[in-house]
């Protein structure tokens, strides 16, 4: 059983699991490219793989994030020659301070610290800050999504001098519609990153 659906071709900048032989991108992609330059994924969002998610974020199993920096490790050695260039930096999604209370921890800062980076890479935890409590994406319609995340995310002042001519890397567990992270990379290349990779551990199959 393929539970990493390791076999799935995907799109290159978001990561969706593709049916066409001679595409790269989706259609969503080709129609609206985001800012993102790249997604790569160790797996789809599914039974059983989503239990060590849930059990992260609302079971508070934080041993599970370490597994989950195993898997997403490997995705990352496993995909740098897809990259012109190993990434700078790499951060995590944050999480709200309200949200960050209320869980105690933020669940992609835990996946992420636990990586060996690659060469050339160091993890900046404190990098993008989220000053909105944004709701869940996948509750909303299209139209709102955009909305929803609008003024949600600030660079760090005291760091962001830091990302001019970089190349970023994102860090999150669970990918579905893409906004918050194109919401951040928007960000990153507007503070001038170069280019924009996200390494997330689970995608949904729809957007
Ligand atoms: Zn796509």
């Known amino acids: 059983m393929d539970y990493f659906s390791r076999s799935i071709r995907r799109c290159d900048q978001c990561g969706i699991p593709l049916y066409s032989k001679i595409d790269s991108a989706c259609g969503n992609c080709i129609k609206t490219p985001p800012f993102f330059d790249a997604t790569f994924v160790s797996c789809n969002y599914s039974a059983p793989i989503d239990s060590l998610v849930l059990g992260l974020k609302f079971g508070h199993q934080l041993h599970m994030a370490t597994l989950i920096a195993g898997f997403l490790e490997e995705t990352i050695q496993n995909n740098l020659k897809h990259m012109p260039t190993n990434p700078a930096i790499f951060c995590p999604v944050p999480l709200s301070r309200q949200r960050l209370i209320t869980r105690g921890f933020n669940q ?11 060469d050339g890479g160091i993890l900046i935890p404190d990098l993008i800050w989220r ?14 999504r955009q909305r929803n995340v609008r003024g949600a995310f600030f660079t760090n002042p005291a760091l962001a001098h830091q990302i001019q001519g970089q190349h970023l890397a994102v860090i999150d567990d669970v990918i579905t519609t ?15 990153a170069v280019r924009v990779t996200n390494f997330v551990f689970a995608r949904t199959t729809w957007h």
């Open 108 to 118: 992609s800062l835990e996946i992420a610290r636990p990586i060996n980076l690659p």
């Open 131 to 144: 000053l909105k409590n944004t709701l869940q994406q996948s509750s909303l319609h299209p139209d709102d």
């Open 178 to 192: 893409g906004t918050t992270l194109n919401a951040i990379a928007k960000l990153l290349k507007q503070a001038g």
